[in-house]
Structures are given as structure tokens and as C-alpha cells.
């Protein structure tokens, strides 16, 4: 919880009860090379704190080309803010380029996180613009 609480602290300070919170309702697991975190058409459902690992996000174009978009390492965020706001479909892929040891943040616990806690819901006003969370 160490690397997690530093790369949130780095965007934003969130006090140590705050981050506490965390513990009940975040799930670490591991992901193997070439799977698929995130696919086009299955809605983003969690924020994920990459530990470990390496992931490019990517989209498939009209000539049925994969499009590399983006690459993540270890200490960053992994999330299709759109997909994860709007909770609709996503245009992009994101798959794990190497294994991979993740931690992710649910959907309705992050938007109760957001309501009930002024240091949570400054960090994700900050987190897009500050951090590559998309």
C-alpha cells in the first residue's frame, strides 16, 4: 500500500484516515502477458493502480489495424475515464505486456469515496489533468 499511497500523494494529498479507507475496498490480483485488462465494448468498471507490470492501451481503426494510444508502467493509474465516468462502452483496449500486479478501485466504491470525502473527490477533479490516469 506503500507505492499506492505515495503515487496518490504525488497528485494530491489525501490525509492517512482517508487513504485508510482504502484498504477494505480495493482488490489486488495479478494479470499474465497478453491478457486483456480492459476490452473495446466492456465498460470500464474500476480504476486500476498498476504495481507491476506494463500495459499499452490501444484501439482497433477502420482497417482493422490495432492503433497504439498509449503505454503505462509501475506507479501509474490505468482507467478509460470516459468509459469509467459515463459508464458506456470504450473505444480502446488496454493489455498487459508484461505480468502484471494490480490493484483496482470499483466503480461505486470510488463514486461513494468522491461524495463522502472531500480529500478523495479533490484528487479525482486532479487525477486526469495531473497524472496518466486515461
Known amino acids: 500500500m506503500e507505492q499506492l499511497q505515495a503515487a496518490i500523494n504525488a497528485i494530491s494529498a489525501v490525509p492517512k484516515a482517508d487513504f485508510d479507507l482504502l484498504q477494505s475496498i480495493t482488490k489486488d490480483f495479478s494479470v499474465k502477458k497478453g491478457s486483456y485488462l480492459l476490452e473495446q465494448g466492456a465498460v470500464c468498471k474500476y480504476i486500476y493502480f498498476l504495481k507491476s507490470g506494463f500495459f499499452r492501451m490501444f484501439y482497433v481503426d477502420l482497417n482493422v489495424n490495432e492503433?497504439?494510444?498509449?503505454?503505462?508502467?509501475a506507479d501509474n493509474f490505468l482507467v478509460d475515464y470516459q468509459?469509467?465516468?459515463t459508464q458506456q462502452p470504450p473505444r480502446y483496449y488496454w493489455q498487459a505486456m508484461q505480468d502484471a500486479e494490480i490493484t483496482?478501485?470499483?466503480y461505486a466504491d470510488v463514486q461513494r469515496l468522491y461524495r463522502e470525502y472531500p480529500a478523495w473527490e479533490h484528487f479525482g477533479r486532479i487525477c486526469p489533468s495531473a497524472y496518466t490516469c486515461s
Open 83 to 85: 468509459s469509467f465516468l
Open 104 to 106: 483496482a478501485f470499483a
Open 67 to 73: 492503433v497504439n494510444f498509449r503505454f503505462t508502467a
